[in-house]
């Protein structure tokens, strides 16, 4: 009986979704656009192509000759004239924290949590949502939404139904820490419903739980603490996590600073390191041995060090970039897959997603490399390669487009003057006015 009403209850919905659909199709047919552009970059081989990007609704038709496809075209098409840009695909951030707007200082994680309501985090984070697609990220994967309960699920929902303008999101919810081992430390004892800044696990059964509350609430991925400072969860309740959300067909960030931390999470085969920034040569190796990706998070560092608040946190931040740049090195000729990630996680860090694109370049990586960090590597470690990540018939009409070449100065992406997301134009400063 059970059966029966979840089979007829399924069927109801894909009746409702199929009609929709349909009634939604005959209303009007999809609009089309061509984008008439000097350079198209191919981010796959690394060079530009003088082309026409012919979009049908939110779909790249296909790319070829402006004056072929202007002449197949529909008449009533829209022409984008950007002759005079560099035009790429939209830039993916594998690493950001759209609900997380935390002020400076030591009690700062503390007051956001104490300060806030959920609902106020979830607004934060629509307005970061569209500072960062401004900023020419049309897709994110965000890596935890620091104790806002599961307000990243209701920002993804509310972007995927035009109720806000943001990038196409993957969203981790609440992430796994081992109990007492993340933020807000300091917290007295006596207040035992104080919010978290991630869900707190102790043991296996715990572990088991929470992957499977995550994914019962909305999580297209799980983001795991491996450490904070010291190795943290151990490689038992981590493997747990990973066999969980494997079976839900859902990947596994793992944050790990520290060697061990990271070779844990390797071992309990994660699917990505976030920071990683602790690893030797013989920890790359590893990760590339098991194919795992590595997300660096050195923008800050490269644009903050030199201007950190204290002389502790300066010598930190230095001593960062120097192993990053021998790292990105060293990964970059072992053929680790490197995916860009900003971290951004205050006020001012939103929507300046493209400075840890620069950073990779100056650190070690070529330009084209460093673009693919955040296009092509960003959209396979999302499992996304066939939607987005480069401009190619069949993906989502998702474009940015910048006056300069970033192949020869990228610091051009962070300077993004046109946004496209399936195939709605979200900014062209281009346009004559
Ligand atoms: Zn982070």
């Not at 994680?109 to 979830?122: C, D, E, I, P, V």
């Not at 300066?314 to 021998?326: D, K, T």
């Not at 940015?400 to 020869?408: E, H, K, S």
């Not at 100065?409 to 134009?425: P, S, W």
Request: glycine share 10%; aromatic share 6%.
């Amino acid at each position: 009986m059970r059966r029966a009403t979840c089979l007829l209850t399924l069927e109801l919905l894909a009746g409702v979704c199929l009609g929709h659909a349909q009634a939604k199709s005959e209303a009007r047919p999809p609009r089309t656009i061509l984008i008439k552009a000097a350079r198209v970059l191919d981010v796959i081989t690394g060079r530009y192509m003088e082309a026409g990007i012919l979009i049908e609704g939110d779909r790249i038709k296909e790319v070829g000759r402006a004056g072929d496809l202007e002449a197949r075209a529909a008449k009533d098409m829209t022409v984008v004239d950007l002759r005079s840009a560099a035009v790429l695909p939209g830039l993916i951030d594998c690493h950001t924290h759209l609900m997380a707007r935390i002020p400076d200082g030591p009690d700062g994680y503390t007051l956001n949590l104490a300060t806030k309501s959920q609902a106020f985090r979830a607004l934060e984070g629509a307005a970061d949502a569209r500072a960062t697609l401004e900023g020419g990220f049309t897709t994110v994967r965000d890596v935890e939404n620091e104790g806002s309960g599961y307000a990243d699920v209701a920002l993804r929902d509310a972007i995927n139904q035009g109720l806000v303008e943001g990038p196409r999101m993957q969203v981790a919810t609440r992430a796994i820490a081992a109990v007492g081992q993340y933020n807000p430390f300091g917290v007295s004892p006596d207040l035992r419903d104080f919010p978290t800044g991630a869900q707190m696990i102790s043991g296996l059964e715990d572990a088991r739980r929470a992957v499977r509350e995550q994914i019962g609430y909305g999580a297209d991925l799980i983001k795991v603490y491996a450490d904070w400072f010291r190795p943290t969860l151990t490689v038992e309740e981590m493997s747990v996590i990973v066999e969980e959300a494997h079976k839900a067909g859902r990947k596994v960030a793992a944050h790990a600073t520290s060697a061990e931390g990271q070779r844990n999470a390797i071992t309990a085969g994660v699917d990505s390191i976030e920071h990683g920034h602790g690893a030797d040569r013989r920890d790359l190796e590893m990760m590339k041995a098991k194919d795992v990706y590595w997300v660096p998070t050195l923008g800050y560092f490269f644009y903050h060090a030199e201007s950190a608040s204290s002389p502790r946190a300066r010598e930190y931040m230095q001593e960062m970039l120097r192993r990053g740049r021998e790292n990105i090195v060293i990964a970059r000729d072992l053929g680790v897959k490197i995916a860009n990630g900003f971290d951004a996680s205050s006020a001012e860090g939103q929507g300046q997603n493209a400075h840890e694109i620069t950073a990779m370049a100056k650190l070690g990586l070529s330009p084209i490399e460093a673009i693919r960090a955040a296009t092509t590597n960003a959209a396979s470690l999302m499992g996304w390669q066939a939607r987005v990540g480069s401009i190619e018939a069949g993906k989502y009409a998702d474009l940015i487009a910048v006056a300069g070449d970033p192949l020869t100065d990228i610091t051009e992406l962070e300077h993004v003057k046109f946004v496209m997301k399936g195939g709605v134009i979200v900014k062209n400063d281009f346009a004559t006015h």
